[in-house]
Nanobody, 114 residues
Framework: QVQLVESGGGLVLPGGSLRPSCAASGSAFSSLSMAWHRQAPGTERELVARIRASDGSTNYADAVKGRFTISRDNAKNMLYLQMNSLKAEDTAVYYC???????WGKGIQVTVST
């Protein structure tokens, strides 16, 4: 059983940065590929970024490439999403996810606005 708890959301000005975190329980974290998703009001949840357990390789949604960076610290069971050059369209609830098991965190709100 994996429990995921996100933190680090909030309100930020356009062009600003945030670094949400996801704390994962359990001893299997280092063997799990992890992902961040987001869901804006009135839209479906979408994949933002993914990082593989096997080699640490990453992939990103086109909308965030070059601005967001996903990373992990296996020693601390932590997943991160560095978000730079934020835009109003990045406003959404962001979720931490384990793709292979279907576990989800409860999500955190990120709002980009003046």
């Amino acid at each position: 059983q994996v429990q995921l708890v996100e933190s680090g959301g909030g309100l930020v000005l356009p062009g600003g940065s945030l670094r949400p975190s996801c704390a994962a329980s359990g001893s299997a974290f280092s063997s799990l590929s992890m992902a961040w998703h987001r869901q804006a009001p009135g839209t479906e949840r979408e994949l933002v970024a993914r990082i593989r357990a096997s080699d640490g390789s990453t992939n990103y949604a086109d909308a965030v490439k070059g601005r967001f960076t996903i990373s992990r610290d296996n020693a601390k069971n932590m997943l991160y999403l560095q978000m730079n050059s934020l835009k109003a369209e990045d406003t959404a609830v962001y979720y931490c996810n384990v793709p292979s098991t279907g576990h989800w965190g409860k999500g955190i709100q990120v709002t980009v606005s003046t």
